[in-house]
């Protein structure tokens, strides 16, 4: 839990924090006031009729400049209508948990994938967490976006059967305008992946007016097949807002929010532009 990058499509804010997060869902809260009774910062609001949430379109039961997220509002919430994001662990408790599904990775040839946020941002849990893995005879990926000094990923190829790569967009502008960061460090990684001989899925968020222009895929498939055959494939990925939910429940605003999901049939051109340099690519992954 924690990025380094902050993408304005965001589909997953849970995990762009490096702390745990409280979830409130309205449609289970009852308004009972219990949360409210043991917040020893004040920073849950008064029960209130319910059904009047909706006369305020901001209306947030907790207050998130007061709350320092002790969770009590959370242990004492009996409907589940407030839940805890993010849970501290160990690695081997990780561990423990991925070999339950051996059985599934067995019959699958699948096995875990390490994503985020951003598991660069942890490189020695990361790290340790891979190797654990692979000492199990665990097939493992890393989900990255590449965002971070090369010594950081070079320390985790031993243990990586297979990086997921994010490619935003090519513009170094663009790219910090709308993600926060330079992407000079992301396209180096990705070249020095590839030179490394690594087997490299690139996985392409497809978002409106941002990357979505058949002259900005050009560059991109350009790009891509420079890098040679250690890019086995491409996956656009159609931008959807079906987390919409994720930012209510976290009190947070989306400017995304009304944004329509884009259908398969409008990436297909981006597909084909892909398809005619060579790329093997899919749309969804």
Not at 215 to 223: L, Q
Request: charge should be negative.
């Amino acid at each position: 839990k924690g990025c380094t990058l902050n993408c304005a499509w965001c589909h997953n804010p849970e995990c762009i924090h490096f702390f745990p997060e409280i979830y409130w869902k309205q449609s289970l809260c009852r308004q009972c006031g219990r949360c409210f009774d043991v917040c020893p910062q004040e920073a849950v609001q008064p029960p209130i009729a319910l059904g009047r949430e909706e006369e305020n379109a901001h209306y947030y039961k907790i207050d998130l400049s007061r709350c320092d997220r002790c969770m009590r509002c959370v242990e004492a919430c009996i409907y589940g209508a407030l839940s805890r994001v993010g849970e501290p662990k160990t690695v081997e408790e990780v561990l423990q948990e991925v070999e339950r599904d051996m059985p599934f990775y067995l019959n699958s040839g699948g096995g875990m994938t390490v994503t985020g946020g951003e598991p660069t941002a942890f490189p020695d849990f990361t790290r340790e967490l891979l190797r654990g893995a692979c000492e199990r005879g665990i097939h493992t990926c890393l989900d990255t976006s590449g965002f971070c000094e090369w010594e950081v990923l070079d320390s985790l190829r031993p243990y990586t059967n297979i990086f997921l790569y994010d490619i935003k967009c090519l513009s170094g502008k663009l790219h910090v305008m709308r993600t926060g960061v330079n992407n000079s460090p992301i396209l180096a990684n990705l070249r020095r992946l590839a030179e490394c001989g690594e087997t490299i899925i690139v996985r392409i968020p497809v978002i409106p007016a941002f990357n979505d222009s058949p002259e900005h895929m050009e560059k991109v498939a350009d790009f891509l097949r420079g890098l040679g055959p250690s890019v086995m494939r491409v996956d656009l990925l159609p931008f959807h807002n079906w987390c919409q939910d994720k930012y209510r429940w976290l009190g947070r605003e989306w400017e995304y929010r009304d944004v329509e999901s884009l259908p398969t049939s409008e990436v297909d051109d981006l597909l084909d532009i892909m398809e005619e340099h060579g790329l093997k690519t899919t749309i969804g992954g």
